[in-house]
T-cell receptor, first 114, second 111 residues
């Protein structure tokens, strides 16, 4: 069964550095999402992406965040200048065009900002 | 915006017993309610979902009920097994985007 994949599994970076988290959604899916989960807390929506543009974003998704689909398979989340409070698990998810309610999550990237 | 509450925060049951987790939501426009299971250190996995035009849905030992008037929905797991131990998250959304998750319920199934 196809799955969403994410790399790296763990990223350690220093405060102020830029990081790029990568995701490969399920191949026939057209809607893509990023979520974050601070340790021990609930999953929080960051952004949704469809047809090469952001369709919705939360208040968490401020100017330091950006998303991109650089080619036909990858979907990336960039954090321009990381802060300590960006430390969290970041999950990518995707859903099909006509069944875009059902979102399938990747394994996550644990981001640690020191 | 949407606010989802979830109870209880922790739940322990004996193997073979039933477990019920309840969620309430605030936005009457929400029309899709998925449940995710997250084992320690792993990704959230969709286990069942329900749309607003349905009152109940069942998949083997798992069922979900929805009361749109009261704005609450519940997850029912029957004949619980140790492998059901995990954190369960409910969520609510409109038009499949911007899921708002509940705070989670840690279910422990005791052998």
């Amino acid at each position: 069964e196809p799955e969403v994949t994410q790399t790296p599994s763990h990223q350690v970076t220093q405060m102020g550095q830029e990081v790029i988290l990568r995701c490969v959604p399920i191949s026939n899916h057209l809607y893509f999402y990023w979520y974050r989960q601070i340790l021990g807390q609930k999953v929080e929506f960051l952004v949704s992406f469809y047809n090469n543009e952001i369709s919705e974003k939360s208040e968490i998704f401020d100017d330091q965040f950006s998303v991109e689909r650089p080619d036909g398979s990858n979907f990336t989340l960039k954090i321009r200048s990381t802060k300590l409070e960006d430390s969290a698990m970041y999950f990518c998810a995707s859903s099909e065009r006509d069944r875009h309610y059902e979102q399938y999550f990747g394994p996550g990237t644990r981001l640690t900002v020191t | 915006g949407e606010n989802v509450e979830q109870h209880p925060s922790t739940l322990s049951v004996q193997e073979g017993d039933s477990a019920v987790i309840k969620c309430t939501y605030s936005d009457s426009a929400s029309n899709y309610f998925p449940w995710y299971k997250q084992e320690l250190g792993k990704r959230p996995q969709l286990i069942i979902d329900i749309r607003s035009n349905v009152g109940e849905k069942k998949d083997q030992r798992i069922a979900v009920t929805l009361n749109k008037t009261a704005k609450h929905f519940s997850l029912h797991i029957t004949e619980t097994q140790p492998e059901d131990s995990a954190v369960y998250f409910c969520a609510a959304s409109g038009y499949g985007q911007n899921f708002v998750f509940g705070p989670g319920t840690r279910l422990s199934v005791l052998p």
